[in-house]
Structures are given as structure tokens and as C-alpha cells.
């Protein structure tokens, strides 16, 4: 019996070795990441406090719809860029 709690705490202390490596290795990694991250940071040209964005213009330019009181319904909704080629 003693022989079976020995060989168990063995394993035990094994399993708690292999959890302290897999920390420190997490934790070393943690602070590569957080040094690159440092490191960009420093790098930037956009001043602090500021974010930067791609501005992406909306493909659909501007469209409009009209809801009456009366539950009427129009034909549909007419785009600005309808009218524009409609016109030409």
C-alpha cells in the first residue's frame, strides 16, 4: 500500500513539474508579445490618443425611403445614384 502512494505522489509531482514549465514557458512568451506590442507602439507615427482608420466610402452612396402615416406604399426607394444615370 505504502508502495502505491509513493508511486502516485511520483506521478503527481512529475504532472506538477511538466504544469511549472508549461507556465514559465506561457509566461516567457507572454512577455516577447508584450514587448512587441511595446515596440510597435513606440514605432508609430499617430500621435497618442489618437486611432487611425481606412476610410472606406459606402459603395451604395446615399439612399433614401419615405414611410407615410396612412401605411401607403410608393413604388420603392430611389437611389441618388438612380436619378444621376437616369438623367444622363
Do not use: W
Request: contains cysteine; aromatic residues 4%.
Amino acid at each position: 500500500m505504502l508502495k502505491c502512494v509513493l508511486l502516485a505522489q511520483q506521478k503527481q509531482d512529475e504532472y506538477i513539474k511538466q504544469l511549472a514549465s508549461k507556465v514559465e514557458l506561457l509566461t516567457t512568451h507572454n512577455k516577447m508579445l508584450k514587448a512587441e506590442i511595446m515596440q510597435e507602439f513606440d514605432s508609430s507615427t499617430i500621435p497618442p490618443g489618437r486611432l487611425y482608420s481606412k476610410f472606406e466610402p459606402n459603395p451604395r452612396e446615399q439612399c433614401n425611403a419615405i414611410v407615410l402615416k396612412r401605411c401607403t406604399q410608393l413604388e420603392g426607394p430611389t437611389c441618388a445614384s438612380n436619378e444621376v444615370e437616369g438623367q444622363k
